[in-house]
């Protein structure tokens, strides 16, 4: 098991916001992959060991997008905040991920702030838990693979987390994907009209997700809907709007099929015990 810490002076990360902190980032993902390359029976064959992306608490700043390979990574912090300072560009991207567990980390700006994905890997593990993400001009998590070749064959958990004002929230494209006990604030002028905050291509589980809608004062999200749904989704003990009213809930686009290859198991739209807010 080892650590990398992107502020050891061998990177040079500066954790207060001044110095740029991309080239520092990647140096030190770059040393994480080597590291875990170079364990007994390599990244490929070893999921055993995890070592650790350490990174202090701070304001890191970046101009391009810092790339990982998932195989076996852990980034963990107690107050990181990442923060892309060219528009356009994505902040965090993890490529071949298998067994990815990422917690603690704050996004404050950047286009998708986390791509993760994989070419549909048998048995991968995601995990994103006490993380925020925060004023993303496009995804907040996006999981679709530029190949095509999406991580169908993925289990990934959102848990503890919060969505504050991002144009979108998450498209998920994995077998699984739960948001479990996390608070998604949408606000006009930010999330983008006649979408929905999650795109769903799946199985999409919301378990205690707390969706609060845009202060009627700042003005009204325009056809804009909580799960643009394409495969299969389930909320429990969820909460769609509040005292300013709501939006739509899910807009299902997945047909049932006859014959379909699995007869037991149709698309389906499932929500219960959870509480939904009109406008």
């Known amino acids: 098991y080892g650590v990398i810490d992107p502020t050891d002076r061998l990177y ?3 954790p207060t916001g001044v110095a740029d902190s991309t080239a520092a980032l990647q ?3 770059n040393a994480l992959y080597a590291l875990a390359s170079f364990q007994p029976g390599g990244v490929s064959s070893n999921i055993s060991t995890q070592h650790a992306y350490d990174m202090p608490p701070g304001r890191y700043i970046i101009n391009a997008p810092v790339t990982f390979v998932g195989t076996q990574l852990t980034i963990k912090t107690n107050g990181a905040i990442i923060e892309q300072t060219t528009a356009g560009q994505n902040s965090f991207v993890v490529s071949a991920a298998f067994m990815v567990h990422l917690s603690g980390l704050r996004f404050a700006s950047g286009a998708t702030q986390l791509h993760i994905y994989n070419a549909n890997l048998d048995s991968a593990v995601w995990t994103v838990e006490n993380c925020v993400f925060q004023n993303s001009s496009s995804w907040a998590i996006d999981t679709q693979s530029p190949s095509g070749d999406n991580p169908l064959s993925t289990r ?5 987390s919060r969505f504050i004002a991002n144009a979108r929230v998450l498209r998920s494209w994995n077998d699984h994907t739960q948001v479990k006990d996390s608070w998604v604030f949408l606000l006009a002028g930010q999330t983008l009209s006649n979408t929905a905050a999650f795109e769903n291509r799946g199985f999409l589980h919301f378990d205690n997700m707390f969706g609060v809608p845009p202060d009627r004062a700042v003005g009204p999200l325009t056809n804009v809907r909580w799960v643009d749904n394409y495969g299969h989704f389930i909320a429990r003990r969820s909460r769609f709007g509040g005292e300013n009213g709501g939006i739509t809930p899910v807009w299902n686009f997945s047909h049932y099929e006859i014959p379909d290859p699995n007869p037991n198991m149709g698309p389906r739209v499932i929500i219960e015990d ?3 807010f009109d406008n």
């Open 274 to 276: 959870s509480e939904v």
């Open 12 to 14: 040079g990360a500066d």
């Open 156 to 160: 990934f958990v959102i848990k503890d």
């Open 27 to 29: 140096a030190a993902s």
